[in-house]
């Protein structure tokens, strides 16, 4: 046997550490594989997608960070919905949670970025280098011509889907047309082209080299996924019961015969993991559930003509002839949690204020005091209107009587999605007012169906 | 397969080490920008002039504060494993 990893432990003096060792992950078909390469698609076919759509006339999905304006469809997002944002984040977290108490880690072997451009990246390596045993020979081969052609093609397609998806994540930031066009103008801003490298060479390095290591030593959410598991979590495992003791035969030998399980000892299993483990020691911590080895053990149990799932995805208690419960208090709380928070974020989305008012006091000066004795106050006011039309907004102020109001305009439109600033002088009448006293700025439409308030602190001398 | 001789770098496991370490703090830069340049606009921060006018342009504020938080979280990164690594291994506190 020829594999990349031997089934041995590594003979290393006792030591504890165990270098990293290249691993080979062998092509396998199968059903699993079959769902792998369609979630690989959808996902990244996403990926590439979204930012070339439109929706009115702006990009459908644009993080505008230098104007900082997020569009996501027909809505706008402005740094003060950021809380929005955190409660997306705590939904997507809780789903995690909850996908992993259920069906273990699908997220891992299906979803994760790291999965899905490892999977573009070996494809790739395929495409140009062969399948596994003619990888781990041009590897083992001097240099030559062929072994240069082969490495440097493969570098080719590598680097350029690496600069196409920095591209693209920029694509996200920056217009993507208008993107484009400076890439071909070569006139692209520094930052974007920062960015393009910075992100290639991510995807470049996590894809192309660091691979499986990064979900071994690098990702925090295998190592605490134990605590989110129990018995009746959905994972991938051998068979022991059925397929030990081990060892091969012939396909006419009946295996009872000479004393053996069903497993084979073909070792395709752990050929086809891509993080070389040996599931049948059972669970382990680096098995990112990719589902690589029911397909290889499946296509061997059909040679054989044996019943297939020796590996298959099943629960601890099946395994131990116990019944298996789907709905159990931590499936409930996770379930009615995540779904109490997208409710509520959808109804926080829905009912958001479209039109809000920030004040600013003027940095330079407390307070004026005018010729007939009132104290003027200077603000700046920032109008934001998140709605997808114009808005004409009247601004007046509350709080202190004979507040009087003194702006460059009336009325102040504000168009679609944008924020307009305007200086606003804000005057009381003399002895109306002693020392600090916090006052409403009120901005209305001229309609009167929008109302937005801020509060903000009128300073005037303080009285004898 | 060789069996490993007592010629083993210590190259491998360094670059491990840092692979956990620079990721790590990836993670915590990528959270503190988020909270960070969501309060805070980058132009605002420039008023008066005190730090050096280019950073006005919020792209640019935005990378440099990206890898300002990076580096922060990687120092402290750095120091926690390396204390945690040279630590006397607490043999002499452990009870009998």
Sequence with gaps: MNAARSDEAVSNDGALYIAHQKVYPREIEGRFNRLRVAATIALLGLFYAIPWLRWDSHQAVLFDLPARKFYIFGLTFFPQDFFLLSWLLIIAALSLFFFTALAGRLWCGYACP??????IFVWMERWTEGNRQQRMRLDQSPWSVHKMLRKGSKQLLWIGFALYTGFTFVGYFTPIRVLTSSVFTATLGGWELFWVLFYGFATYGNAGYMREQVCKYMCPYARFQSAMFDRDSLIISYDTKRGEPRGSRARSVDPKTKGLGDCIDCTLCVQACPTGIDIRKGLQLECIACAACIDACDSVMDRMN??????????QNALDSN???VLRPRIVVYGSVLLALIVGFGVAVANRALVEVDVLRDRNALFRRADDGSIENVYTVRFINKDTQAHDLRVSAEGI???SIDTDRDVQSVGAGEVVSAAVRIRAPQGAVS???TIQIVVKSADGEIEAHSKARFIAPVSR | MQPRTEKRSLWPRFRED???LLWASFLA???ATLLFFACFDPQLLVDDHAPPAWLADRRAGYTVGFFFFWMMSAIASFLTAYLIETRSNGTARELP
């Design chain 1, 114 to 119: 790291q999965t899905v451009w490892t999977e």
């Design chain 1, 306 to 315: 044996y019943p297939r799932g020796l590996v298959r995805y099943t629960t």
């Design chain 1, 323 to 325: 019944p298996t419960r």
């Design chain 1, 401 to 403: 009587d004979g507040l």
């Design chain 1, 435 to 437: 020392g600090g006293r």
């Design chain 2, 18 to 20: 840092l692979g956990v």
């Design chain 2, 29 to 31: 830069a990528c959270v």
